[in-house]
């Protein structure tokens, strides 16, 4: 009796109070302007009333637009008085999937190209795959908790029975260099380790032309896959134009180290180097073919993240040829503008001929790969774009590091 008294204490009230807006939550929100009842939850339904065919049709004069449930056939109906008949509402054939019951555990591989300190964990640094069992097709959701400013987590739907991968991935930014232990209650639980790595560093004995140097952040191209830095050694900004002065950067001379020499107001000098360290700041000119500033030339410079002279920050490298021309084959426009709108924002940072003066127009990007006497690179030009060049090395290109 205590109930049916509540029970019809609340509907005198809303009775008595027709123009009253009313809002059923947990949260103590009022409802919305537009409405005159509105319920909130985010682990409950609205439920009608539910009848037979039979009920249905006795009720008493049924409201135009009045909604019930019919237990006979499954479906919910609403009374439409012009035709004085009950139609069925019409609900589309695709239901929610259902979830997915299985089973964690049969391997663990994990694809780390290294996470940092400070720096903002991009789609494809770190994917877990976790090998498990299916025994009811349906959807899945995985999300660990935050631990070092980082979590992984993975969603998907499996249509069969049987074995597959359940793919997660990290995103975050980590706080501190340590090994973490990374666990979920999903599937009869798993647990796996991922080590965060300190701040990139330049080089040792790094020569900057700006203060402290290019910030080290991360660009990454979801059609290639690859993670990058987000702007040019030396630049003091992403670029926010093809012809952004502030996001150009230094020029390189191929396989040099960053002495100074990448800086675009160094001096020059004429005196080639028989060493991979000249031991000076200056841009060396060449007059006399192949145009190296080494003489003997050295075609093992720049080879990979632990390569002589490498110039990129730890965990970084030169590019190869191949990697230029999936990044240009990604783009939408095969031309300098195609090159800024996509997610690496190059520009026409012009470059350096081999008597040390700078191009007015244009720009290029070295690679790592080399031919017997010059070394390609990713050449940008108003209306066209190509890697195919090969140029010589006392040329002065940019830079842009490419992650492990």
């Known amino acids: 009796m205590k109930k049916l008294t509540i029970l019809f204490f609340t509907l ?61 056939d499954s479906k919910t109906y609403c009374f439409n008085s012009s035709d004085n008949e009950w139609k069925e509402l019409a609900i589309g054939s695709n239901g929610i999937t259902p979830l997915a019951v299985f089973t964690l555990g049969s391997y663990t591989a994990i694809a780390n190209k290294g996470i940092y300190v400070g720096i903002t964990i991009l789609p494809n640094d770190v994917i877990v795959q976790i090998g498990g069992t299916v025994t009811v097709p349906g959807c899945w959701s995985i999300t660990t908790s935050v631990i070092n400013g980082y979590s992984f987590s993975g969603s998907g739907t499996f249509t069969t029975t049987g074995t597959f991968s359940f793919v997660l991935r990290a995103n975050g930014t980590p706080i501190a260099a340590q090994t973490d232990h990374f666990t979920t209650g999903a599937g009869g639980g798993w647990s796996w380790d991922i080590t965060v790595d300190p701040a990139p560093t330049y080089p040792s004995g790094t020569e900057h032309c700006i203060t402290g140097g290019a910030e080290i952040q991360h660009a990454y191209n979801p059609v290639t896959g690859e993670t990058w830095m987000d702007r040019n050694l030396g630049a003091s900004q992403v670029a926010t134009s093809s012809d952004d002065s502030d996001a150009y950067g230094d020029l390189y001379q191929w396989g040099r180290l960053s002495d100074g020499h990448q800086c675009r107001t160094s001096g020059i000098t004429t005196t080639l180097s028989s ?66 709108d996509s997610p690496l924002k190059l520009t026409s940072a012009l470059y350096r001929f081999v008597n040390g003066t700078i191009s007015s127009e244009n720009g290029g990007y070295w690679t790592s790969d080399r031919s017997t006497n010059y070394s390609y690179f990713l050449s940008l030009q108003v209306n066209n774009s190509y890697t195919t060049g090969q140029n010589e090395r006392a040329y002065g290109y940019s830079v842009r590091c490419i992650k492990n």
């Open 12 to 72: 005198s009230i809303w009775i008595l109070s027709v123009e009253a807006q009313v809002a059923i939550n947990t949260n103590g929100s009022n409802p919305d302007t537009s409405s005159i009842l509105e319920v909130q939850s985010t682990n409950m339904g609205l439920l009608i009333p539910r009848m037979t065919n039979t009920q249905i049709q006795y009720i008493n004069n049924p409201a135009n637009g009045l909604l019930v449930y019919s237990t006979d």
């Open 275 to 340: 060493t991979n360290v000249p031991g000076h700041s200056n841009f060396i000119t060449s007059s006399i073919s192949p145009y190296d500033w080494r003489n003997p030339q050295n075609s093992d410079l720049w080879q990979g993240q632990y390569g002589v002279n490498n110039p990129c920050p730890s965990g970084y490298r030169i590019p190869t040829q191949a990697e230029w021309e999936a990044e240009r084959l990604s783009w939408t426009q095969n031309n300098i503008q195609g090159a800024f």
